[in-house]
């Protein structure tokens, strides 16, 4: 059975639009001013920014108007309480599925908060695996990480597609391995001379049903 190894955060599910509620609500919660959305979006950078190093910022921006655990729900639920998976990336799962393709999800980020956010949006009936990067030990774009998604559901890599929105742990991960892939833009140019994708689309349905097609 043919693979399609899938990214979690801002593929499948929207992660920045999840981050992006939950920060809002904090804010209000702690009477702080709506503007600073803007800055702790930035901070954040798309969940880029260690949590360690976010939790500081924070703490320093706010001092004791915020209690330190108050800032822990935020970093450590926030977005994962609040993941939604579109009716379109769920149907094309389903159209995967149907047309005989193995889903692994292969996500860089904590066990628990990417867990929840594969449970509560129905994605762990909707694909046949998923491997996190702190329980493999291996972040993407490393091999070992896509090697153990084949593993995990006992699928060779051979002719597997990636389809992710990273341009670094998703597209050149998969070019390291002589995989296919597809690059989710959301509407980005493609500015990275060292390696291409397969193929772009706009959004995550878009990829799969693409991938899904190339198939004899
Ligand atoms: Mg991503």
Redesign the pocket.
């Known amino acids: 059975m043919p693979l399609l190894l899938l990214?979690?955060?801002?593929?499948l599910v929207d992660r920045d639009a999840a981050f992006r509620l939950a920060a809002a609500d904090f804010l209000a919660e702690h009477g702080l001013p709506a503007s600073d959305l803007t800055w702790l979006m930035a901070t954040d950078a798309g969940g880029y920014t260690a949590r360690d190093e976010l939790a500081a910022a924070m703490t320093g921006r706010y001092g004791d108007a915020v209690p330190a655990t108050a800032v822990r729900t935020l970093l450590d639920t926030g977005a994962a309480d609040r993941v939604r998976l579109a009716h379109s990336s769920r149907q094309a799962l389903v159209n995967a599925q149907t047309d005989g393709w193995t889903c692994v999800i292969v996500t860089n980020g904590r066990t628990v908060q990417q867990e929840t956010k594969i449970r509560n949006t129905g994605l762990d009936r909707l694909v046949q695996g998923w491997v996190i990067s702190e329980a493999v030990g291996h972040k993407k774009p490393a091999p070992e990480i896509f090697q153990a998604a084949a593993t995990a559901v006992g699928a060779p890599l051979r002719g597997a597609w990636v389809i992710?929105?990273?341009p670094h742990?998703?597209i050149a991960g998969a070019d390291a391995l002589g995989l296919r892939s597809v690059w989710v833009t959301d509407g980005r140019p493609w500015t990275h001379g060292s390696c291409h994708p397969t193929h772009t689309a706009h959004d995550v349905a878009s990829a799969i049903n693409h991938a899904i097609g190339t198939r004899p």
């Open positions: 990214d979690l955060d801002n593929t992710g929105d990273s742990a998703d």
